[in-house]
Nanobody
Framework: QVQLVESGGGLVQAGGSLRLSCAAS????????MGWFRQAPGKEREFVAG????????YYTVSVKGRFTISRDNIKNEVYLQMNSLQSEDTAIYYC?????????????????WGQGTQVTVSS
């Protein structure tokens, strides 16, 4: 039984920082890419960041480049998203996900395991 549990979300002022964590259990995902998506009210789920199986290569949507950093710990079977300089546009439910292969992609259908989501709200 695979389970992904996000944590670290909450309410933060614009310009502040949050660090999201995602703990996976039930299987080891050291040879799978991992990613973060977000969904704001009235909008479709959006790719935020992805990281390959080794943790060497990472990818970001344009709007978060330079502000967010994705990382992973294959020993702990966890993935993280450090979010700095948060703005109101970052307000959304954030989901971690496991990719079907070793390289991440932008398409949510390419990920086969999902967490329940954690709310990030940025006030201004």
């Amino acid at each position: 039984q695979v389970q992904l549990v996000e944590s670290g979300g909450g309410l933060v002022q614009a310009g502040g920082s949050l660090r999201l964590s995602c703990a996976a259990s039930g299987r080891t995902f050291s040879r799978r890419a991992m990613g973060w998506f977000r969904q704001a009210p009235g909008k479709e789920r959006e790719f935020v960041a992805g990281i390959d199986w080794s943790g060497v290569n990472s990818y970001y949507t344009v709007s978060v480049k330079g502000r967010f950093t994705i990382s992973r710990d294959n020993i702990k079977n966890e993935v993280y998203l450090q979010m700095n300089s948060l703005q109101s546009e970052d307000t959304a439910i954030y989901y971690c996900a496991i990719h079907r292969s070793i390289q991440p992609s932008y398409t949510s259908a390419s990920y086969d395991y999902w967490g329940q989501g954690t709310q990030v709200t940025v006030s201004s």
